[in-house]
């Protein structure tokens, strides 16, 4: 309980550190939302020294960061310059959309790694091993951006898949399984391409940490007691691997709001990733800072699972 | 007494591949002939590089061997598949040289002993649990240990639950591959006592293991054992009763070994007199 305690505050410190380190980066980058506005002879700098001082943008650095926290305790997390409405509730809309993206995409991409590297490592060595580790490498060293386009130019040019958006136009009308079609035939572009740049790493971790304990002699000494070996690979050597596993599906999680940014931009996916690009580009200063603390809550939040899961996993940390 | 376990011609060729793309192969096992009968103590001595741990790993079906044939109650061995070597497996128990690295870092101790009963018997939780203490009392450790796991014990405790693992299957051959090797003396002393136990000639042939000690020390050896196996480059070059072995050795690795200890006297009913 004492190590979970710990990894708990650890948590809640790291969370506080990230809102003051991005508060500070984006107080020192330079301009701000209104500056472009000084261009514009239609508003006076009166207007401009008004809308400044109603975003608080006037106050020292330490009096914005506290106005902010403010905001937080009360969920809005600060006001959009851009669309005049309080940060949290733009950010929920894209998350949510982001979230149904990358949990179907993280638990697809698991669930193909585990039983691939599985049965990658018990081949370890044998044609079948090494068709899937050279295929994972190849698909590593291809980018993310490449991929996304070669399976939009295939989308394209089938016409089997919309090529981006969420949803048809007109699908309002639609009944809800004809939602939920069309839904799954707009998710299935982004989610493959996300399942495909995340597969080779997940793959290989798995693989090699199942190859490094089934050559350890507890394995040995099982098989020499007749362990079946679908149990010796499930029940023995996999949770004997699962400590860096676990540790990696903490990442996943941490990842799943911000891993997607990139895909979501090219498949004009309406989630965080194009909002958040618009909001650094238009220097919404609460808006990027709400992304970046929404972000770090995933990651922290993830980093807390994995440290549950591996205390729940293994008792030498227990014991611990 | 019958033949339990016999191996004829047997050889193990390991190959490994280079970077380069060069295949190279070493011979661990040449032409070893050997007959385990039923409740025998054997001990099977040579330097390190001998052959000794490749011969007991493939006597216990862990390793194929590359030439030859394993016998085990006249059923050959060699040409059993994966499946089927399952249910010889637990007949003929390896016991490793590290205790610290053969059990799963996940199981507790009653895990250990019981998985076996799981996975091929219908015992009831409680029963397993009674079995598991009585298997514990028999190996000389206290019955309070289920619950915790083989990492809370000490070498010795752990070698000493190692041998109750290969225990709780009832083998018939109890093969132990420098089993004693890392333990310290008073320890590798208890184990051995343990060991003379468990073959103790009250008990009838059948209901005992035969008891094979893989050991590079020849007093263990000569202690221990009733035959004596020298090992040598892969080759067996010399067998037979220990007293013959000590006594009158007759190839140059016996000597060599023989050199290697502080000297033995006699043999006596009672072990060698050092």
Do not use: C, K, V
């Given at each position: 309980m004492r190590y979970l305690t710990r990894r708990f505050l650890h948590a809640v410190f790291l969370l506080a550190g990230a809102t003051v380190v991005t508060f500070l980066f984006t107080a020192l980058?330079?301009?701000?939302?209104?500056?472009?506005?000084?261009?514009?002879?239609?508003?006076?700098p009166e207007t401009l020294t008004a809308l400044k001082a109603r975003y608080d943008l006037d106050k020292p650095l330490g009096i914005r960061y506290l106005v902010w926290l403010k905001s937080l305790a009360h969920g809005e997390m600060g006001y959009s310059f851009a669309y005049n409405s309080p940060v949290a509730t733009l950010l929920v809309q894209r998350a949510r959309n982001t979230l149904l993206l990358t949990i179907t995409a993280t638990l697809l991409a698991w669930s193909i790694a585990l039983p691939l590297g599985v049965w990658s490592a018990e081949r370890s060595g044998r044609w079948a091993d090494r068709l899937v580790t050279g295929s994972s490498a190849i698909l590593l060293v291809i980018p993310d951006i490449a991929l996304a386009l070669g399976f939009l130019m295939i989308a394209v040019h089938t016409?089997?898949?919309?090529?981006?958006?969420m949803a048809s136009v007109g699908s309002e009308t639609l009944s809800f399984v004809a939602r939920l079609w069309d839904l799954s035939r707009h998710m299935f572009l982004p989610v493959t391409i996300l399942v495909f740049s995340a597969q080779p790493l997940l793959v290989r971790h798995v693989r090699s940490a199942v190859a490094e304990t089934l050559g350890e002699g507890f394995i040995r000494a099982a098989e020499g007691h007749g362990i079946p070996r679908g149990r010796l690979l499930w029940r023995y050597a996999l949770p004997a691997a699962a400590n860096p596993l676990i540790s990696l599906f903490g990442f996943s999680i941490g990842a799943l709001?911000?891993?997607s940014l990139l895909i979501e931009v090219v498949t004009s996916w309406p989630g965080l990733g194009p909002f958040l690009l618009e909001a650094i580009l238009a220097r919404d200063l609460y808006v990027v800072v709400g992304g970046v603390l929404l972000s770090t809550l995933f990651l922290v939040a993830g980093n807390f699972i994995a440290d549950v899961m591996l205390f729940w996993a293994d008792p030498r940390i227990r014991a611990e | 007494m019958e033949a339990l376990l016999s191996a004829e011609n047997l050889g193990k060729e390991y190959s490994s591949r280079h970077s380069s793309g060069a295949k190279t192969s070493v011979?661990?096992?040449?032409?070893a002939n050997l007959t385990i009968w039923s409740g025998t103590r054997v001990a099977i001595v040579g330097a390190s590089g001998s052959g000794k741990s490749t011969l007991a790993a493939c006597l216990a079906c862990l390793e194929k061997p590359s030439a030859g044939s394993i016998r085990f109650k006249n059923q050959e061995l060699t040409a059993l598949s994966e499946y089927e070597l399952r249910s010889i497996r637990p007949q003929i128990q390896l016991v490793f040289q590290d205790p610290a690295t053969v059990f799963n870092p996940n199981f507790t101790v009653l895990k250990v002993l019981e998985e076996p009963w799981i996975l091929q018997t219908k015992i009831a939780a409680e029963e397993r649990r009674e079995l598991a203490r009585e298997l514990l009392a028999r190996v000389g450790l206290?019955?309070?240990?289920?619950?915790?796991?083989?990492?809370?014990?000490?070498g010795g405790q752990r070698q000493r639950l190692a041998i109750a693992r290969a225990l709780a299957l009832e083998p018939k051959i109890l093969i132990l591959d420098e089993a004693l090797s890392a333990l310290d003396y008073s320890v590798q002393a208890q184990i051995a006592n343990l060991l003379l136990d468990l073959s103790d000639r009250s008990i009838p042939p059948t209901k005992r293991p035969a008891i094979v000690l893989i050991t590079h020390d020849l007093v263990m050896a000569a202690r221990f054992a009733e035959e004596i196996v020298v090992m040598q480059g892969g080759h067996i070059v010399e067998s037979g009763p220990t007293q013959k072995i000590i006594g009158s050795p007759e190839h140059e690795a016996t000597f060599a070994l023989l050199a290697c200890?502080?000297?033995?006297a006699s043999i006596t009913e009672n072990g060698p007199v050092v």
């Open positions: 980058a330079p301009g701000n939302y209104f500056d472009e506005m000084r261009l514009n002879p239609q508003i006076s016409r089997w898949l919309p090529a981006g958006g709001l911000s891993g | 011979r661990a096992l040449d032409h206290p019955r309070n240990i289920l619950g915790r796991g083989p990492r809370d014990l000490s200890t502080t000297g033995i």
